[in-house]
Each structure stands twice: as structure tokens, then as C-alpha cells.
């Protein structure tokens, strides 16, 4: 079995390596057998503390407050991503910042230090693997290869015999110095490898250390460098050199002999692998000249806000009640479901296995319907909570690997972010930028593109924002860059098959395509009436839902 992936791998005492262990002294770090405890505590030097293994994740290990030396930073600031105590959240630098529990982020950064571990081990450690064999397999190829140039030299020099045996040994030197740039080209791409794999030792090493550690300061000020490495090192291509067969013509001997083509080096940049969620590349389709409307819905409600499709043919709609219904192309009422709480829903998403998502501001749950049974996934804590902020879920979509990113704003109203849950699990939350300014003015409708960048619709900052998934901001849209009459008014947005990014702008009637870096494409019009949600089927039609006349408008614009 591999080491690195060894999953049942007994734990050996430290001082002896050969017998399991079953101690360990949190004084020294280190682990022991009971052969070996006797001997441990016989250095008087120290003031052991022995317990049981099985103990030591149950005593967490939380690290000094800087500030102050007499506190253990039990809290973690949410701001500014970093462990500190009760008194500094209360009275220090960190007060009025949102704080959490130290070990419920340990234990969320613990399940993203084991999907790295994860990532490294089945999926970038192999393909480097992979890499260097390919060139020693390519590098034994090269005697052979150069071997068969020099015969087909040295046979064309026999048969021309002493008249062209200079220009034969020119021959033979030319490709001898084509074939140590070959090599010495592909012993530098090895070397380039062989330190990126033993970077990678070190940091599976290193993870394997903090996931088998019980020290919290190690966890929390891990930072991952998968993304580093998912982009391949730069792979070199060389084209064997070959001769191409000329007619002798003793008069103009050298000018005639067999040209050999020069050495081509040429470098392939490495490919970025996809992580885990990171879907194929569909086939290209281009925009139409002319969209075309395909069908209306008529809803019944007196306002419509949101629209999710269930298939190309059958969308679930939000108006300005408790009901959700869903409606086929004809406006035929299939299914119509009510809000447990009996308020009004925020907004509805449909999960990749057809189940219906929806948000309840005022309850602060987010609820799924399946079998037209309601179950409250998630609640957010309510009423006043000191020294944390209270947060309302608003807008929701499904990602590509079934999580939900949810849109939110404080109960004061004043600050917003978009919260990733895999389940009932908060994974990610995404706030702030890299200076710590907040990236939203307000939340409103969310999409997941297909190259996984998050898209919000600000609507009190009138842009589209768009952050990686790691939440790094790639980009604010704010209109067509010629247009200064129109303020542009973003409220429902979608994605497409070719990653263009799709936003209902309200007051001017139409909607704005995108690129996934940002770039303007092109209005769509269609006569629509202040359009508000917006989705995209599995065909790249999109469905408009209209505020004022409560229709859905179905549209080919591919």
C-alpha cells in the first residue's frame, strides 16, 4: 500500500518507534508505550504531565492571547480571521467585530485541511507523479531515437565515402549538441518537478503534523496552497530532428547533403487541474442576432419576484405571498406549496435532484420541499446575542456540487455576505476583501457560474459582484461603460451553459450578458416590462419573471 495513503496506519511510540502507543506527555509532545513511560518521567528536568492517548483531543489546546498572557484565546474574530479572548472582543481591537467559538472554526478549518490533504494526495501528487515518469520514459526514447539519426548519418557518409566524411562528422557533432539541449532541457523540467513534489511531501507532511496535532494556533494559521500547485508546471515538448533526403550532386556536395531540421523546444504551459466541483466545457454556442420570446406564463400573482425551473418546461415562482407555485409552459398550476411559518418566502432555488429551496427572511430559516413535505434545514439564531452580529438569509442558489450559497444581511441592515453550506454546515463565509473592506452595499439574487466564480447582484451599489470560489473579488460590473444616462439597476441574476453571466436591469427593461471576465456583451430587450428574477434552463433558454405584469417570459437567445 502507498504510505501516503495508508489509512489504517498504527501510531508508534516516539522514543522507541517500535511498540503502539498509548500515552503522551503534554509537556514534551510527545507520544509513548507503556514500555517507555517509566522511562520518560525518570527526567527529573521537566514537570511531566502523562495522560492517555485517547485523551488528548478532548483538552483543547487554545493558544495565549498576545495582549493579554493570563487569558487562552477561546473565541475567533470572524473580521479578522484570527483566535483571540473574551477580553479583547469586549474592550480591545476587536470589539464590535463578529466572534465565533475558536473550535467551531478549528473544526471547519480541520475539514478543509483534510479535503486539501485529500486533493493532494488522489489528485495533484499523482498527476506530478505522473509527469516525471513521462520524461524518464521520454529520456530512455532518446537513444534510440538519436541512435537512428546517427545510423541514418553514417550510412549516408558511407555511401558517399572520403568526399563527404567532413561533412558527415559535422553532421554527427550537430546532433550530438541537439541531443544535450534535449537532455539538458528535460533534466531542467525534471529538476523544475522533483522540487515541486518535494514541496508536496512537505506539505502533506506538515497537514498530516496539524491534523494529528491538538495545537489550535497551528490549525488556524494554516493557509492552503493547493491552488498553488493545481496549475501543472510548465511541460516541455521537443521535436526529434530528421533528415530530409536529397538528390547527391557531387559539384555542390555540401549544399545538397541531407538537411538535418533544427531542434524544436517548445513549452507547453502546465493545465490547472479542476477541483472536485469543476464541471466539463460544453460545446460552444454563440449568441443569437435576434432572441426570440418562446412563451408566456401567466402567474396569478399580483407581484412576481422569483422564478427557479424545475426543467425546460415546468418553473417553480415566488410572488408577493405565502404560496409557491409551479406552473408549465401553458400557465397550468401543477403544484402549488405553502410557507410553514405563513410568511412570505424570499426567494426559491431548485436543487440538482429537483427538490424545491426556499428562504424565509422572517423566520430566518432556509427550508427544503420534498414530496411536497417541508423540512427546515437551517435556523439562524434570532433575538439580540452579545457581541455577535444576527444575520437573515435572503437569496439562495444551488451549486454545482449541491451545496447552497446564501445571500444575508444583519438584522441592523448595514452589513451583507454570501454563506456557503454544505447541508446544514457552514463552510465558507464571504464578507470582505483582501483589505478588509466589505464587499457588498447590499445582498440581493445569486448565481454559481460554471467556472465556479460567485455572482451577486448589488443592488444598492447598482453592480454585479463577482468573486472566485475562494472569495476573492475578480470583478464589479456597473453597466455598459458608454451608457451615462441610464443608471443601471441589477436585481435577478443568472448563468448559462457558456458562462456568461445574465442580470435583470429593471427600470430600463432589458437584460445584460456578460462574459465570465466581466465584459459586455449585449442588452436583451424582447418588450420585457421591468424584469426582476431571472433563471436558466438546462437548454440556455432563460425565463424572466416580470414585476408588474406577473407573467414569465420564456426566451431563446442562443
Known amino acids: ?160 565515402h572520403q568526399e563527404i566524411t567532413a561533412i558527415v562528422n559535422r553532421r554527427k557533432s550537430d546532433i550530438q549538441e541537439m541531443k544535450n539541449k534535449h537532455l539538458s532541457t528535460l533534466n531542467k523540467n525534471t529538476d523544475e518537478i522533483t522540487q515541486k513534489i518535494t514541496e508536496l511531501n512537505q506539505i502533506i507532511s506538515d497537514l498530516k503534523s496539524i491534523l494529528k496535532s491538538n495545537d489550535v494556533s497551528l490549525t488556524s494559521t494554516y493557509k492552503s496552497r493547493n491552488s498553488e500547485f493545481r496549475t501543472l508546471p510548465s511541460k516541455v515538448r521537443v521535436t526529434i530532428p530528421r533528415f530530409s533526403a536529397q538528390k547527391i550532386n557531387k559539384d555542390q556536395l555540401n549544399e545538397m547533403f541531407s538537411s538535418l531540421s533544427p531542434l524544436s523546444i517548445n513549452t507547453e504551459h502546465g493545465d490547472t487541474m479542476k477541483s472536485a466541483e469543476a464541471v466539463l466545457s460544453p460545446p460552444v454556442k454563440p449568441l443569437l442576432d435576434d432572441p426570440r420570446l418562446t412563451a408566456a406564463i401567466d402567474t396569478g400573482y399580483n407581484n412576481l419576484y422569483s422564478v427557479s425551473c424545475l426543467s425546460e418546461d415546468q418553473v417553480w415562482t415566488l410572488g408577493a405571498n405565502k404560496t409557491m407555485k409551479l406552473l408549465n409552459l401553458q400557465s397550468k398550476l401543477l403544484t402549488s406549496i405553502q410557507t410553514k411559518s405563513g410568511n412570505a418566502p424570499r426567494d426559491v432555488a431548485v436543487t440538482r435532484d429537483g427538490d424545491l429551496v426556499y428562504t424565509d427572511t422572517v423566520d430566518k430559516t432556509i427550508n427544503l420541499v420534498k414530496n411536497k413535505q417541508i423540512h427546515t434545514v437551517i435556523t439562524l439564531q434570532k433575538g439580540w446575542i452579545p457581541f455577535r452580529q444576527v444575520w437573515k438569509p435572503c437569496y439562495v442558489c444551488c451549486t454545482a456540487c449541491n451545496d447552497l450559497l446564501v445571500t444575508m444581511v444583519s438584522d441592523d441592515d448595514k452589513q451583507s455576505k454570501v454563506v456557503r453550506y454544505s447541508g446544514s454546515t457552514e463552510t465558507q463565509s464571504i464578507q470582505f476583501d483582501d483589505e478588509g473592506r466589505p464587499l457588498y452595499s447590499s445582498v440581493g439574487y445569486i448565481s454559481e457560474n460554471r467556472n465556479l466564480d460567485i455572482c451577486v447582484a448589488d443592488n444598492k451599489a447598482r453592480a454585479v459582484v463577482v468573486v472566485n470560489q475562494s472569495g476573492k473579488l475578480r470583478f464589479r460590473y456597473t453597466g455598459h461603460p458608454s451608457n451615462t444616462k441610464q443608471s443601471f439597476d441589477p436585481h435577478g441574476i443568472n448563468t448559462d451553459s457558456q458562462s456568461h453571466i445574465l442580470t435583470a436591469d429593471c427600470p430600463n427593461n432589458r437584460i445584460h450578458i456578460l462574459d465570465q471576465d466581466g465584459q459586455f456583451l449585449r442588452y436583451i430587450h424582447c418588450d420585457l416590462e421591468f424584469p426582476w428574477g431571472l433563471c436558466v434552463d438546462i437548454r440556455d433558454n432563460f425565463f424572466v419573471a416580470e414585476w408588474f405584469t406577473a407573467e414569465v417570459k420564456k426566451i431563446q437567445y442562443l
Do not use: W
Not at 522514543?15 to 506527555?25: A, D, K, N
Not at 546517427?150 to 549516408?156: C, D, F, P, V, Y
Open 1 to 160: 500500500m502507498h504510505p501516503r495513503r495508508s489509512a489504517q496506519e498504527v501510531l508508534l511510540c516516539d522514543l522507541c518507534e517500535t511498540v503502539p502507543l498509548q500515552s503522551h506527555c503534554e509537556v514534551c509532545d510527545v507520544n509513548l508505550c507503556v514500555n517507555c513511560v517509566g522511562k520518560h518521567l525518570s527526567d527529573s528536568s521537566k514537570k511531566h504531565n502523562v495522560i492517555p492517548y485517547l485523551q488528548i483531543k478532548s483538552t483543547p489546546n487554545y493558544p495565549r492571547c498576545s495582549k493579554h498572557a493570563d487569558k487562552h484565546c477561546e473565541l475567533h474574530c470572524d473580521k479578522c480571521d484570527i483566535p483571540v479572548c473574551s477580553t479583547c472582543a469586549l474592550f480591545g481591537e476587536h470589539k464590535g467585530h463578529d466572534v465565533s467559538d475558536v473550535l467551531e472554526k478549528l473544526k471547519i478549518k480541520t475539514q478543509n485541511l483534510q479535503k486539501d490533504l485529500e486533493e493532494i494526495e488522489t489528485k495533484i501528487y499523482p498527476r506530478y507523479e505522473e509527469m516525471a515518469s513521462d520524461i524518464q520514459t521520454e529520456k530512455a526514447e532518446i537513444e534510440t531515437n538519436y541512435g537512428e539519426l546517427t545510423a541514418t548519418a553514417e550510412q549516408e557518409g558511407e555511401s558517399l
